[in-house]
């Protein structure tokens, strides 16, 4: 069975400076990988995906995650975050030939302080 | 394109009353899939279609939830009766035809269900 950790439940962090949230993965078959963010009373939206390829995969609002399969790990960094960055981020798998059903850590709610 | 719609955004109910939650998914979208979020449990998926199909329903908690798709552009999940522990965010989202395991999934905003 999948299942994915997201190690820090909650990220304070000031205003331009860098940030990780990591995330790690377990499975028995190859996986895809997705970062999704939740503003406050929205919706996931897409951040990013790892298919194939390149380890490293760029995101939109300058977020990018690196897929390290020795460690099973997809952290999410960004080098210099924004107040608007304020929100809660979820790392998922889903399992490759599935339907596309996705397994989703707890989340890491990033705080942004000014 | 509107997105995925749900109604209502909000509901309060008192327990042991019937709830009625709705999904539009995206024109086209032929994956449709029900969510529940908690601060315990985080987003548990529920239930999920294919062209209007229930394809896996084990994560439905109990026989008070059920879930149908009449069509290709309206799902509901009934919870009957409710109780208090039935409060959560309920979320739809919908992958596009030819759902894959790759495919982004597109949410909609959501339902806040209080059962009190």
């Known amino acids: 069975a999948q299942s994915v950790t997201q190690l820090d439940s909650q990220v304070p962090v000031f205003e331009e400076a860098p940030v990780e949230l990591r995330c790690n993965y377990s499975s028995s078959v190859s996986v895809y990988l997705f970062w999704y963010v939740q503003y406050p009373n929205q919706g996931l939206q897409l951040l990013l995906k790892?298919?194939?390829?390149?380890?490293l995969v760029k995101g939109i609002n300058g977020f990018e995650a690196e897929f390290n399969k020795s460690q099973t790990s997809f952290h999410l960094r960004k080098p210099s975050v924004h107040i608007s960055d304020t929100a809660e981020y979820f790392c998922?798998?889903?399992?490759?030939?599935?339907?596309?059903?996705?397994?989703f850590g707890k989340g890491t709610k990033l705080s942004v302080k000014p | 394109d509107a997105g995925v719609i749900q109604s209502p955004r909000h509901e309060v109910t008192e327990m042991g009353q019937e709830v009625t939650l709705r999904c539009k998914p995206i024109?086209?979208?032929?994956?449709l899939f029900w969510y529940r979020q908690t601060m315990m449990r985080g987003l548990e998926l529920l239930i999920y279609f294919n062209n209007n199909v229930p394809i896996d329903d084990s994560g439905m908690p109990e026989d008070r939830f059920s879930a149908k798709m009449p069509n290709a552009s309206f799902s509901t999940l009934k919870i009957q009766p409710s109780e208090p522990r039935d409060s959560a965010v309920y979320f739809c989202a919908s992958i596009p035809s030819g759902g894959s395991s790759y495919n982004e999934q597109f949410f909609g905003p959501g339902t806040r269900l209080t059962v009190l």
């Open positions: 998922a798998v889903s399992e490759w030939g599935s339907q596309g059903n996705l397994i």
């Open positions: 024109s086209g979208h032929d994956y």
């Open positions: 790892y298919l194939s390829g390149s380890t």
